[in-house]
């Protein structure tokens, strides 16, 4: 449904007259049998569809959102990356920014897309949901031109991976003796792909006509995996990152962390053929035990072809654990200077902060078996505080804020860890003070357009793994990234002011760091943490509490009526 206003838009320096439309959906949450590897399962579905259905807006729209929750689970829906200025009630975290919808209840977003384009997605954030519970959320340029020839057709591509088994069940298992629910496959837009068992007819294809160039909209929707992805015998022509343009960069392999989306070119060059776009993880560690080392796959199919003539040709991917090609994927990109809604780096930094991000271990309940070393729990944390939602309390985070209330969180998030280690290389697995990490609801405040610049590093105190750091409501700069503990005499010199990549998930590398710097624009509440979903659950998180500006223009409105309550 389109209603038309006018506002007006400035574009590549026109101001032009142009409409801004209000977008309007009703999802229907509710449990589906849906059949993989030869197996029905129970999910929770939006509108019975898996993945979820497709949000198409253009950036200066209104988004209206009704969600009527038929399922069993309390249920909250995030936007992931759009900016919700001063709409953090319609961020959709559960005991962040509301409490869920419960079943038979609803709750309508609402809120408005401005100041970004490209790929972004939606997904449930209560519990393990957002395996099922997600969908693609894409911003169309208000001007109809993108900074690139103008593709011939979109096609989405949402990797995600599925559980031969009741999931959540399985998850609430893992939580209890703190380990993981693996995967058993990778999807490619829900389908595992034709080298599972009965999966040969459950195989993504996508028909492409030779010489034509389709904008492939890729989306890491993956519960806990960073994902290479590539497409035999062709190359991508990355044009987006996280809904920010990129200066163009070519290559014949990507990865996204999980969070992440890539917009990238693909130009049907080759001979008229079929070939095999497939998706495996990178990740450090060893499969099958801490994560999932299959490897899913769809075909492209070039008009004309006769596809019983020959097998599709395979593209070869890398290792796992190939972190040099992982690395320089990920910090290879760079923003596209002038581009629609492109931001220079703010330049004078008003709040440092140095951050560890890493995990750790939780003593185990007596009488359980529990899955990590040393027959405790898997923890993790940031600064060595293990977040715990505020479940229980009666209210979300941001509605303690705006009502003031005290009890439910505390402002006391460290800006640095409290003792200085070899955070990356140290054997520091029997350090008692430096594996347990005391359980908190920590937040940091920030002034209302304080500028940030936040050092993540990530710690080897367990096991060094690559932590993807998402930081809601905003998007950052990432200035630099490297391996090693972090030098800040040493390291400054590596950092790019002038056209950094613009992210709202940067991937911290396993034993490395990552510099980022963002302005907080954005009066409420914004959940910050891993997107692993394991390590956000282990505590690999906390919140910004942005501050009211000085008027009322720049202060956080009252909360929807129709808010659920507790
Ligand atoms: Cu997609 Cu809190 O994240």
Redesign the pocket.
Same mark, same amino acid.
């Given at each position: 449904m389109k209603l038309l206003v006018f506002a007006v838009a400035a574009a590549w320096g026109l101001a032009l007259l142009a409409s801004a439309a209000i977008v309007e959906h009703t999802f229907h949450i509710e449990n589906k049998i849906v059949k993989r590897m030869c197996h029905e399962q129970v999910i929770v579905v939006a509108n019975g569809q898996f993945p979820g259905p497709t949000i198409h807006v253009t950036e200066g729209d209104n988004v209206i959102i009704h969600v009527l929750n038929n399922s069993p689970y309390n249920i909250t829906l995030?936007w992931?990356g759009i900016y919700q200025r001063f709409t953090s009630w319609a961020d959709g975290?559960e005991y962040i920014t509301q409490c869920g919808i419960r079943n038979g209840h609803k709750f309508t977003y609402k809120f408005k897309v401005i100041g970004q384009e490209g790929t972004l997605f939606w997904?449930a954030?209560s519990f393990g949901l957002r395996a099922t519970l997600h969908g693609a959320f894409i911003i169309h340029p208000r001007n109809g031109r993108y900074p690139f020839p103008k593709p011939y057709h979109q096609v989405p591509i949402i990797l995600g991976d599925w559980y031969d088994t009741n999931f959540l069940d399985a998850l609430e298992d893992a939580l209890v003796v703190g380990g993981v629910a693996v995967s058993n496959a990778y999807t490619i837009n829900g389908f595992p792909g034709d080298l599972f068992n009965c999966s040969q007819n459950q195989t993504f294809k996508m028909k492409v006509k030779h010489g034509k160039t389709y904008l492939l909209r890729i989306i890491n929707a993956a519960l806990n995996n960073n994902l290479f992805f590539k497409i035999a015998n062709h190359k991508f022509t990355v044009v987006a990152t996280d809904a920010s343009y990129t200066k163009p960069y070519v290559t014949d392999i990507i990865i996204l962390a999980a969070?992440q989306t890539l917009d990238v070119l693909f130009k049907a060059d080759q001979p008229t053929g079929s070939y095999y776009m497939a998706a495996s993880p990178y990740g450090v560690g060893m499969p099958p035990d801490l994560f999932d080392g299959t490897m899913t796959r769809g075909i492209v199919v070039y008009d004309g072809h006769n596809t019983r003539a020959s097998r599709p040709i395979m593209p070869l991917l890398p290792p796992f654990f190939d972190t040099p090609t992982s690395f320089k994927l990920f910090s290879n990109l760079t923003s596209l200077i002038g581009a629609p809604h492109w931001v220079p780096v703010p330049p004078n930094v008003d709040e440092r902060m140095f951050i560890t991000v890493g995990i750790g271990l939780d003593m185990c309940p007596a009488n359980v078996n529990c899955m990590g070393p040393l027959n405790q729990k898997f923890s993790a944390n940031m600064n060595n505080e293990s977040f715990v939602l505020p479940k229980g309390k009666g209210k979300s985070i941001l509605e303690a804020f705006y009502y003031n209330v005290s009890g439910v969180y505390t402002t006391d998030f460290p800006d640095n860890p409290p003792t200085v280690f070899d955070y990356t290389y140290g054997n520091l697995t029997f350090n008692v003070s430096l594996i347990h990490s005391p359980k908190s609801t920590k937040v940091k405040k920030l002034k209302f357009n304080s500028t940030v610049e936040i050092v993540f590093q990530n710690t080897g105190v367990l096991k060094a793994q690559s932590h993807p750091m =998402?930081i #809601?409501g905003h998007s950052f700069h990432v200035l630099a990234q490297g391996f090693g503990n972090y030098n800040a005499v040493r390291d400054k010199k590596k950092f790019n002011l002038v056209n950094p990549q613009v992210r709202n998930t940067v991937a911290v590398p396993a034993g490395g760091w990552a510099v980022i710097r963002f302005q907080a624009n954005n009066p409420g509440v914004w959940?910050v =943490?891993c #997107?692993v979903d394991d390590h956000q659950v282990w505590g690999l998180a906390t919140a910004f509490v942005v501050e009211n500006g000085p008027t009322p223009e720049t202060s956080l409105p009252p909360p929807p009526a129709d808010l659920p309550k507790c």
């Open positions: 995030h992931h975290v997904h954030h969070g =998402h #809601h959940f =943490h #997107h």
